[in-house]
């Protein structure tokens, strides 16, 4: 399928009242169709795994197109250059989180990126990181003792953050980690007994 022809799928499923929502909300794209998520899952499977044409989607200034790049970008060409390439380029929370959901949490580097990512300056790599640590931390698996350490601190860290948007991945990404166990929930106890002792 061409990006022409996608395009032609946005125009039919286009939810004008819903696009004019997401633009008071303060999405500001050159267009906007309203396209909800489980209808570009639809399309997805239509199209189909195509490198180029998720490339191609992604660089429009289009929500629908930059959405579906995320679920039609096969994971096997898409290397860890492309995803900060990505992740530099977002403009929105929601695309973290559907790009995260869609792609980022299949990457076989998927775990070194978010380190990388919660690590930066920046508050949407920290968002994506902290995003892409929860859905990692869903699969059950405890971090090694030097990762945890690391995770903790700068998740603490990342709860007083400036930005509500990191703050709560932050604490989501804790929440998912003391999930996984006793002796992850204890640290995780400890971790928020101590900021709350630090706020009081």
């Known amino acids: 399928m061409t990006l022409v022809e996608v395009k032609q799928h946005f125009r039919a499923m ?32 239509e199209v189909g795994k195509d490198h180029q044409l998720a490339q ?41 989180q559907y790009t995260v959901l869609s792609l980022f949490q299949h990457l076989p580097y998927a775990s ?11 508050e949407m790599h920290q968002l994506c ?20 350490v690391e995770y903790m601190d700068q998740a603490s860290a990342a709860l007083g953050s400036r930005s509500l948007a990191v703050r709560k991945a932050a604490y989501d990404s804790l929440m998912k980690y003391s999930l996984i166990g006793a002796e992850q929930e204890a640290l995780v106890n400890k971790v928020m007994c101590s900021l709350e002792c630090a706020a009081n």
Request: net charge negative; aromatic share 12%.
């Open 14 to 45: 286009m939810n004008g009242p819903l696009a004019q929502s997401m633009r008071e909300k303060g999405l500001a794209y050159r267009v906007i169709f309203g396209v909800e998520w489980p209808r570009l899952m639809e399309l997805a499977q």
């Open 129 to 148: 990181g902290y995003l892409l640590l929860a859905r990692l931390f869903m699969q059950g698996n405890p971090l090694m003792r030097q990762s945890e």
């Open 56 to 96: 191609s989607l992604w660089k429009e200034d289009i929500r629908e197109c930059r959405l579906l790049a995320g679920l039609v970008q096969p994971v096997e060409s898409f290397y860890p250059e492309i995803a900060d390439i990505w992740v530099e380029s977002m403009h929105y929370p929601e695309e973290a």
């Open 112 to 122: 070194q990126k978010a380190f990388e990512w919660v690590a930066a300056a920046d």
